[in-house]
């Protein structure tokens, strides 16, 4: 059974910067991809962008510019470089992550963004 956990969150003022860090264990093999989502306050999850196994990685149009997904393949580890913060930013980040037909969420971590 693979487990994620997310990490990093916190608070930050507009304009700066956070990494999140998601860790995968109980598999051996590499993840075919993994994604990061958001919800924020009253609203639906949405996708933020998601890293495949060769590396590649897509990203929403609110983000783009502004957040980088990268992954370790060692520590079998995916991260969220965000950076340039805006409050409407302010959701809690979930990273999920696909090993062949089945799908694990990790328990989110939460990021406050202040004006």
């Not at 507009?14 to 989502?37: I, Q």
């Not at 990268?70 to 995916?78: I, L």
Request: charged share 15%; with cysteine.
């Amino acid at each position: 059974q693979v487990q994620l956990v997310e990490s990093g969150g916190g608070l930050v003022q507009a304009g700066g910067s956070l990494r999140l860090s998601c860790a995968a264990s109980g598999s051996s093999s590499r993840f075919k991809t993994m994604s990061w989502h958001r919800q924020g306050p009253g609203k639906q999850r949405e996708l933020v962008g998601n890293i495949s196994s060769d590396g590649s990685t897509t990203y929403s149009d609110s983000v783009k510019g502004r957040f980088t997904i990268s992954g370790d393949n060692t520590k079998n580890t995916v991260y969220l470089q965000m950076n340039s913060l805006k409050p409407e930013d302010t959701a809690v980040y979930y990273c999920r992550g696909r090993w062949g037909f089945s799908t694990y969420w990790g328990r989110g971590t939460q990021v406050t963004v202040s004006s």
